[in-house]
């Protein structure tokens, strides 16, 4: 079966840095778009960034763009989140997830709902 595993996350400075990994297998991962999402403790599950199939075009919510960057590596099946300038309210679980839909002006990249399959989740904590 589908199987998304995040790594990376831990404890971690304002203004330091972390980067998350996440692999996937059981799907053919190249056809596949690869989101992050994050869930804050008492909040809804939010939208971070979205990468497409190729990944030539990625997709950022505005609270980390430019401080955030999604990339992915097909040969190896892993989507990353590289982290800079973290903040406080970056402080969640972060989820990686993937949907076969492309996603466009009608199928948004942060919406949830188109979302197939989505990992256990990673724990980030910022601190001072």
């Known amino acids: 079966q589908v199987q998304l595993v995040e790594s990376g996350g831990g404890l971690v400075q304002i203004g330091g840095s972390l980067r998350l990994s996440c692999a996937a297998s059981?799907?053919?991962?190249?056809?596949?778009?690869m989101g992050w999402f994050r869930q804050a403790p008492g909040k809804e599950r939010e939208f971070v960034v979205a990468i497409n199939r190729i990944g030539d075009n990625t997709y950022y919510a505005s609270s980390v763009k430019g401080r955030f960057t999604i990339s992915r590596d097909n040969n190896k099946n892993t989507v990353y989140l590289q982290m800079n300038s973290l903040k406080p309210e970056d402080t969640a679980v972060y989820y990686c997830?993937?949907?076969?839909?492309?996603?466009?002006?009608?199928?948004?990249?942060?919406?949830?709902?188109?979302?197939?399959?989505w990992g256990q989740g990673t724990q980030v904590t910022v601190s001072s």
């Open positions: 059981g799907l053919a991962f190249s056809y596949y778009v």
């Open positions: 997830a993937a949907r076969s839909s492309p996603y466009s002006r009608q199928l948004g990249a942060e919406d949830v709902y188109e979302y197939n399959y």
